[in-house]
């Protein structure tokens, strides 16, 4: 099969001149007989022709030059460093190794662009594999510093299920414009360009395996933290990368400056709830990750969320929009969300226990992969240009098709039907409330005496105005957190109240779905701009920099 390099990598792809599976379905929507236009039972839902699929299945664009094409459309950034010590070469017939080169000639070397050719410049940006230890062990970060200017503040972002940094391309410019800033996206452990060791759970008990589970990225995202030297951090999380923001939170207190959470998953305790009627456009249910069509959600206004939720919340009315398909003057008859339970179907059900991940079907369906492949990225990317949402296709079948290793920790730690196994419902008013050392790290070690609790910790919510995820779930999860501080309040000090730093609150994206940063992007970075300087003024009154001593 014909292998590409980085070098070049944009012109190398967009030369491979398979028509994109939005421009597929645009195709069809306009009646031009096209391959996946003709008559067949499935037609309408995989965009990409077979002869289409078949001549990206051969091309076989390795990782590391999907990831750069994708990079490219971040703006003043039109060559973006790309190392390629993983995902340079495409992956094997059986995918039952993965290379991870020590060759200092495949490392990066970072792009400088300066105030010339960049208004919000002069930054550095750059790409670099992180090693752990262990065998094969190693993160993907891509990173933007700003430049000649003090750099005391750290935002660490984290990808959802089976995505990677590239996802955040129409991020890194705006968010990366605040003083003082640095920004880090990560790919998981065994996902994106991360190195992909064999995921393996090794106790028999419930609540231990989706501890090993949870550890298995946490305990990466620690190392990785001591290896940067960064003490403390704003954490950013989506969907998955949310859940593990927070178990992270939970695990390795005293280091988070904020928690923000984008449309995490797992918050709701509720493993059956799946509404009557499934799929269906106005609940919030895993298949609709699939069927919802972004070019239809960044142009539709949610009239059932009132627009004094939307970017500021509700003031924690947390019953009035837990579900965006009832209306407030539904009869609980008429409620959507009583609607009978019923189990997921048996096939998907055995699936899901068997851990067969949906990568695994991508991995053994060959040339099919990319009509499969296809049936998700031409909805979630229709609102996008045609070229970029070409890009973000051949990038993430790039990577659906790796070998498996963090993917298989799924069925650990969600139920069927994307529910978490240890909701976080019950856990998350813990976050920054951790007994830490005096000096502020956690240890295990240290004497009872010489401990004190988290003085609480700035958490944010956000979700889509058309959010497949449980919006109600991002209001109880705040109720929950506000409860917990005017508990904790009640027998605290006068200088303890002072200190305290724990808040919550839920924000809605406007037409926005489940990926907020992408469909919503420019209000998002504009959101989580002003989050960024909050943590900034703080620490400029506490006189608390990043690499300093949690107060």
Known sequence: MAAATTDGSSDDLHTRAQQSPLASKRAQQGNTPTEANRKGRFGGFFTLGYKEGFSQWWANVPAAVAEHAVLSYVPYLQKPPT???????????????????????????????DSLTDPYGPRQWNSELVKLTGKNRALNEFSVERLGEAKDQNLVMLHGYGAGVGFFYKNFEGLSRVPGWTIFALDLLGMGRSSRPPFRVHSKDRQKSIAEAEDWFVDALEEWRVKRNIDRFTLLGHSLGGY?????????????????LASPVGIPEDPYAVNAEMPHPSQSTLANEISQDQEVTTEHTNSNIPDTAKTTGDNNNFMNARSKGQKPDHKDNDNPTNAPRKPLPKWLTYLWDANISPFSIVRWSGPLGPRFVSGWTSRRFSHLPPDEAQALHTYAYSLFRQRGSGEYALAYILAPGAFARSPLIRRIHGVGRQMISLNGTST???????????????????????????????YAAEQKINEEKERILQTATAEE????????????????????????????????????EDVSQHARRNNMPSKGVCP
């Not at 593990?244 to 928690?259: D, E, F, I, R, T």
């Open 83 to 113: 190392h390629t010590q993983t995902g340079s070469a495409p992956p094997s017939a059986n995918g039952s190794t993965i290379s991870v080169s020590d060759d200092p000639n495949k490392e990066a070397v970072p792009i400088r662009t």
């Open 444 to 474: 295990s070690s240290v004497a009872v005496a010489q401990q004190r609790r988290e003085n609480g910790l700035p958490l944010v919510l956000m979700y889509g105005e058309n959010d497949w995820m449980d919006i109600g779930g991002g």
């Open 497 to 532: 109240r002072s200190n305290d730093r724990g808040t919550a609150k839920c924000l809605i994206i406007k037409k926005a779905g489940h990926h907020v940063y992408l469909d919503g992007w420019e209000e998002f970075n504009e959101v989580m701009r002003n989050e960024m």
């Open 244 to 260: 593990m923001a927070v178990a992270y939170a939970l695990k390795y207190p005293g280091h988070l400056n904020k928690l923000i």
